[in-house]
């Protein structure tokens, strides 16, 4: 059973940069990050997949980079260049057997982190 605990949220003014980290336990071939702004939807924001490949929304390419330390068993996202609208609860993802081929559609991962909070502000 892969369990992933996310952190590195927090408060930020527009312009400035967090990383979020997420530690994982368990097998997983493939994993994201997705976001969640109130009274929206959630949405993918990046993923990597087992040979290291790289899938990011058009909202954020150029600003944030996923990467996984697989010593360490972390997945990271490096946002940079935070605007206001990145605001939302960040969430780490798994799927476990790679069926995703790295999408950002949600229904391919069965694993999901509590979240950590990211505010930007203007």
Request: hydrophobic content about 30%; some cysteine.
């Amino acid at each position: 059973q892969v369990q992933l605990v996310e952190s590195g949220g927090g408060s930020v003014q527009a312009g400035g940069s967090l990383r979020l980290s997420c530690a994982a336990s368990g097998y997983h071939y493939c994993m994201a990050w997705f976001r969640q702004a109130p009274g929206k939807e959630r949405e993918g924001v990046a993923s990597i997949d087992g040979d290291g490949s790289q899938r990011y929304a058009d909202s954020v390419k150029g600003r944030f980079t996923i990467s996984k330390d697989n010593a360490k068993s972390t997945l990271y996202l490096q946002m940079n260049s935070l605007k206001p609208e990145d605001t939302a609860m960040y969430y780490c993802a798994a799927d476990r057997w790679g069926r995703s081929g790295g999408s950002l559609d949600e229904v391919w991962y069965n694993t999901w982190g509590q979240g950590t909070q990211v505010t930007v502000s203007s």
